[in-house]
C-alpha cells in the first residue's frame, strides 16, 4: 500500500526557514515523480515543486523558485522540501503526493501544466501547516 507521510509544518517569521518531510511507503522512486501541493485558505491548491529523482530532474513554481529546494532521498524513501526566506504567502497546508509516471511522459511534459495538475497525483499524504508571520 502505497503511503506517504508530511511533517516539518510550523510556525515562523517571515524571512525564516522550515524544512518539510514527506516518508513514502510502499513504493519506490524509480517510476514515480513526487510534488508538494500547497492550499491556502479560501484558495485552490496549487503545485510548488516537484520531483522525478530517477531522472534527476526537478520542477518549480515561479512563486518559490530561488527560494524552495526539492531533492530526495532515495536510500530513505524521503523527498524533502527546504523552504528559505519565507513570506507571509507561503501560508497553507503543504501536501505532499506521488503519482507514477515514466521518464518519457515526464520529459515530454517538462515545464508543463501536467506536472502540477492534482489530478495526475494518485497518492496523497495528509497535510501540515506552514504559517509565516509578517
Known amino acids: 500500500e502505497v503511503q506517504l507521510q508530511a511533517s516539518g509544518g510550523g510556525l515562523v517569521q517571515a524571512g525564516g526557514s522550515l524544512r518539510l518531510s514527506c516518508a513514502a511507503s510502499g513504493f519506490t522512486f524509480d517510476d514515480y515523480a513526487i510534488a508538494w501541493f500547497r492550499q491556502a485558505p479560501g484558495k485552490e491548491r496549487e503545485g510548488v515543486s516537484c520531483?522525478?529523482?530517477?531522472?534527476?530532474?526537478?520542477y518549480y513554481a515561479d512563486s518559490v523558485k530561488g527560494r524552495f529546494t526539492i531533492s530526495s532521498d532515495n536510500a530513505e524513501n524521503t523527498v524533502s522540501l527546504q523552504m528559505n526566506s519565507l513570506k507571509p504567502e507561503d501560508t497553507a497546508v503543504y501536501y505532499c503526493?506521488?503519482?507514477?509516471?515514466?521518464?518519457?511522459?515526464?520529459?515530454?511534459?517538462?515545464?508543463?501544466?501536467?506536472?502540477?495538475?492534482?489530478?495526475?497525483?494518485?497518492?496523497w499524504g495528509q497535510g501540515t501547516l506552514v504559517t509565516v508571520s509578517s
Open positions: 520531483i522525478r529523482s530517477s531522472d534527476a530532474s526537478t
Open positions: 503526493a506521488a503519482a507514477e509516471v515514466s521518464s518519457s511522459v515526464w520529459k515530454e511534459n517538462y515545464g508543463g501544466s501536467y506536472y502540477f495538475a492534482p489530478e495526475e497525483y494518485g497518492h
